[in-house]
């Protein structure tokens, strides 16, 4: 099926240091701003039906965002990739086609800060709260890894009781580049010890109506019960499979892995 989402690079540059970036920060081209204006200056909107701005931090570039929520008809849906530190601005809060995907690593304090590189995690509960009382929908990312999926069913727990009004809440596999790739040695974990737990967490939130995706991971790994809630989701371009999944009969709905990954998933997946 042809991909009709257009994904805005807005910058590399943010003002959070996550200590599993997949990004490398900072590389901005002195031409940045100008290119990206020539761009969304030249959109044919006719092609597309979905618009994904990331980096970096996505707001620290907002006045782009603007103009495409201002100028792109109703029907093209807007994904907006932030860390959560920014408060959008009216324009975009008042959208009912725009959504956040705001990461909050931890159900407290000390560990979010701790893997975002920053004092952050009051700051952007408050923002979500301000941002519930608009029309924006909110997605919410975890990020698994070895540092916090002990807690990934008080993470559901958390989200029930304090911010139930997010729309969805995307667990995410790591992409082992750049930063995650730096830090690997404190941050991977084999999938297999945590799915047990994460498999509890999205059925507490589908239970309590909140919905829940996996992302970035293989189908094989879950229970087949919890397989409805994988997303087939990496970027066909960073997508890989080993020699064992060509006999998988789930091949045609698996996501697959990140090629960054493939080798710590080939023992995981060849021993299934």
């Known amino acids: ?13 943010c003002n959070q240091r996550c200590i599993m ?18 761009v969304i ?18 707001l620290l570039k907002m ?6 929520v201002q100028n792109a ?16 601005s009216e324009v975009i809060l008042k959208s009912s086609r725009c959504k956040l995907c705001v990461p909050v690593y931890a159900p407290y304090d ?41 807690c990934l069913e008080e993470y559901a727990r958390f989200v029930w009781r304090n911010l139930p009004f997010v729309q969805d809440v995307a667990f995410m596999g790591m992409e082992l580049t750049a930063e995650a790739h730096k830090n690997k040695d404190e941050l991977w974990i084999n999938p297999k010890e945590y799915v047990p737990a994460l498999q509890k967490a999205v059925a507490y939130l589908d239970l309590c109506g909140v919905t829940a995706w996996i992302y970035n991971l293989p189908l094989c790994l879950f229970d087949e019960p919890y397989r409805k809630f994988v ?23 698996c996501g697959g892995m990140f090629f960054s990954d493939l080798k710590e998933f080939w023992e995981i997946i060849q021993n299934e």
């Open 1 to 13: 099926m042809e991909n009709r989402e257009l994904t805005f690079f807005l910058t590399s540059k």
């Open 21 to 38: 970036c997949p990004q490398k920060l900072d590389i901005d081209s002195p031409d940045n701003d100008l290119i990206l204006q020539r």
């Open 41 to 58: 200056d030249n959109l044919d909107y006719d092609v597309l039906d979905g618009i994904c701005f990331t980096g970096g931090e996505s």
């Open 63 to 68: 006045k782009f965002i603007e103009q495409v």
């Open 73 to 88: 008809p109703e029907r093209i849906f807007i994904t907006i990739l932030t860390n959560g530190t920014i408060m959008p």
């Open 110 to 150: 000390e560990l979010h800060n701790v893997m975002t590189g920053s004092s952050a995690f009051y700051k952007v509960i408050e923002n979500l709260m301000k941002i519930s009382q608009y029309e924006t929908l909110i997605e919410l990312r975890f990020v698994m890894t070895k540092l916090n999926v002990s």
């Open 231 to 253: 997303v087939k989701s990496i970027s066909p371009w960073k997508v890989r499979y080993l020699p064992k999944c060509a006999e998988c009969r789930m091949k045609s709905d």
